[in-house]
């Protein structure tokens, strides 16, 4: 069970994380170190050490983790040698995202769940989230389509 409230204050940090991911932004783009106090510019090379990337992914996962599901299906192999969505024209190519329907923990499965995941190539397609796991049959949703 989660811990009570947990999942609210994370749908009500998301937009506020989306903020700070524009600041980021502002700040490598914008910031003019010649116009600011002493203080800014402190701040600034503060801000910097914490690393845009981190709230980049946290921005992302976040909208995937809220996104309306769109379709589910299981994954086939075309023509093209790519993966698609089954009896869809959706096909996943290196940096498609969607979740797999996998075991939490991945040497068992007695626990199922719906693991974040990318497909990518690098002599065959695989999951990131779980580099062994057949893409051939493996049932698959997409969030926001």
């Known amino acids: 069970m989660l811990k009570k409230g947990m999942i609210e204050r994370f749908r009500k940090a998301a937009p506020i994380i989306r903020e700070l991911v524009d600041d980021l ?13 002493e203080e800014e510019r402190t701040y600034v090379k503060h801000l910097l050490g914490l690393g845009g990337n981190c709230f980049d992914e946290s921005d992302w996962r976040l909208k995937r983790m809220y996104a309306a599901i769109g379709k589910t299906g299981h994954l086939v192999r075309n023509a093209a040698g790519r993966f698609e969505m089954e009896g869809t024209d959706i096909e996943f190519t290196c940096g498609s995202s969607c979740e797999v329907y996998a075991p939490y923990f991945s040497d ?5 769940t719906w693991l974040p995941t990318s ?8 999951f990131t989230a779980r580099p062994d796991m057949k893409l051939e049959g493996a049932l698959v949703r997409i969030k926001g389509r």
Request: a negative charge; glycine letters at 4%; proline letters at 4%.
């Open 25 to 37: 932004a502002w700040i490598q783009n914008e910031f003019n170190p010649e116009k600011a106090t």
């Open 108 to 112: 068992e499965e007695e626990w199922m």
């Open 119 to 126: 497909i990518e190539h690098s002599g065959d397609y695989y």
